[in-house]
């Protein structure tokens, strides 16, 4: 349990290091940079099938459907939504629905386990860190939300951006909690092979939507944009370093730690994102901004206590499972 805490906490720190990479290409819509991104993630998977031949042959055909569904929700639909609600809504409506992942992964994961007579924890127990993991979001994102109240917004706008934004959450709920059920059903499965057979699904989806949308797209003038070598630099390091390398330590994880715990930690995504975010802006933390970090630090560290007591075998009785 304590690697696949390292893992995670690792996962989220290079997850959350590729947040301001939008800053170093401004010109670009964060569509075509999710785009980018399942392209460069898709090409990298190919060199995993000649190293893991014989774990990709392994894989059933239901197992195809997995990656199929995984890599449409995961890496196409949900980076999708997610940035028509920064569009539509603003960041920091977009960030707090963001913010809903990890506390309804851990709630829908714990209610499963104790259905399934799983080691589980108390919902009462799990109030407290929560609470302050949902504080900790509206804290961090006060002052975007405080210009968001002067900014001229139609409410169409926003509703939209509000829909996108929920959605995000939905499908990005799904795919914590189903790609961990497949890594926790399949023990022994390589990380990277599994990762990387969602990449190589994703790929000619991504080859056929980008160039359409640049195509369609009259401010994008040709298919790499206005600053070709720096937008291909700077999606190649958040590919390689910000994608793929997390995404098999995201597996490792999923693999040895329960669901509803990794739900939890992957809160630490947006502490991890936040903090970049002002080392490249060269900006000191405003107290709303740190009270919030305060209390995700703290809601995290509450939530390991609880689940360390959990890790001891606390089984869900006999009447607990209808």
Aim: proline share 5%; aromatic share 12%.
């Amino acid at each position: 349990m304590k690697m696949g805490i390292v893992y995670t906490l690792l996962t989220c720190f290079l997850w959350g290091v590729s947040f301001p990479a939008a800053l170093f290409v401004p010109e670009y819509s964060g569509i075509y940079l999710g785009l980018a991104r399942a392209v460069l993630i898709g090409l990298l998977s190919v060199g995993s099938v000649f190293a893991s031949f014989k774990a990709f042959k392994a894989l059933k055909h239901r197992d195809w459907h997995w990656a199929i569904f995984l890599a449409l929700v995961g890496q196409i639909i949900q980076p999708v939504c997610f940035f028509l609600s920064v569009m539509y809504a603003g960041v920091a409506v977009a960030s707090i629905c963001y913010g809903g992942c990890p506390v309804l992964v851990a709630i829908i994961a714990n209610l499963r386990d104790r259905r399934n007579g799983k080691p589980y924890v108390r919902m009462t127990s799990l109030i407290v860190p929560l609470t302050l993991i949902v504080l900790g979001f509206v804290f961090s994102n006060y002052t975007e939300f405080a210009e968001l109240a002067h900014a001229e917004r139609s409410q169409t706008d926003f509703f939209l951006g509000l829909v996108f934004g929920l959605s995000s959450t939905a499908l990005f709920t799904a795919y914590t909690i189903c790609n961990a059920d497949w890594m926790l059903a399949h023990k022994k499965a390589d990380p990277t092979m599994w990762f990387s057979a969602q990449c190589l699904v994703a790929l000619p989806i991504a080859l056929t939507i980008y160039p359409l949308c640049a195509s369609l797209d009259p401010g994008m003038p040709g298919l790499l944009g206005a600053a070709p070598l720096r937008f291909v630099f700077v999606m190649l390091v958040v590919s390689v370093l910000c994608s793929f390398v997390p995404g098999i330590l995201y597996n490792m994880a999923a693999a040895r730690i329960p669901t509803s715990l990794l739900g939890q930690l992957l809160v630490m995504e947006t502490v991890f994102g936040i903090i970049a975010g002002q080392v490249v802006m060269l900006e000191v933390p405003s107290l709303p901004l740190t009270a919030g970090i305060v209390m995700f630090l703290f809601g995290v560290t509450y939530a390991l206590n609880v689940f360390a007591h959990m890790e001891k075998g606390v089984k869900a009785p006999a009447s607990d499972k209808k």
